[in-house]
């Protein structure tokens, strides 16, 4: 089935790579819009109704991480981004991730992977409405902060809360542990077992009073979400 095509907002200063990718976009049946700078671009992401943005690190007038950070605080709708990055720094992502960023893209990539990554970007977009996600019968409010599974209140702590949301915006990708450490704790030296310790915690409340488990564990990897639309 071929899928429908989005409306994607690339903001690059390279012209000829801006170029591109527009051609390559629309050439697949999307729909794209241009910024040459960080503050053209905030200002078209929050005027118009794009699926996605591809927004590129280092710009004049904004950075990549302004715009995002940026477009965070006053959007009223959430939108994906996807970041286009020449570093490839786990310190550089990291400080993405934290303003917002959805996803990361090295430069020199391949335009396919872009527009797959858009194309899963937006599919997961589609789970998250009105600061919600969805994932199956599991819902999380990123405002209030409050978790349901099949219309039962969960609470978590301040901590498994942060490591369920991560998991979730991650979804279905697979979060690695190391990835997880720094979103949790940066660059601050942890005990080998903190993890596995806020883990377990985690499963005792969001599996342990259900009949299937939605947190799993991807042996030598990480974790990630699985859905069940029923399982109370």
Known sequence: MKSK??????????????????????????????????????????????????????????????????????????????????????????????????????????LEEMEVRCLALSRRHLLQKDNKICIGSLVIDRQTKQVQRNGIAVNLNAMNFDILLYLAQSYPQVVTRSELCQHLWGDDPTESDALRSHIYQLRQVIDKPFLLPVLKTVHGVGFTLLEHKNDA
């Open 5 to 110: 095509g989005l409306n994607i907002l690339i903001v690059e200063d390279q012209s000829d790579i801006a170029q591109n990718m527009i051609q390559y976009l629309e050439s697949k049946g999307h729909v794209t819009d241009y910024a040459s700078d960080g503050k053209q671009g905030l200002k078209l992401a929050l005027e118009n109704p794009f699926d996605v943005v591809i927004l590129d690190i280092m710009m004049p007038k904004m950075s990549g991480l302004q715009v995002c950070e940026s477009l965070r605080e006053k959007a009223t709708k959430y939108i994906p981004v996807l970041m286009l990055t020449a570093r490839d720094t786990l310190d550089d992502k990291v400080k993405g991730f934290m303003v917002g960023t959805d996803d990361y893209l090295t430069k020199p990539f391949a």
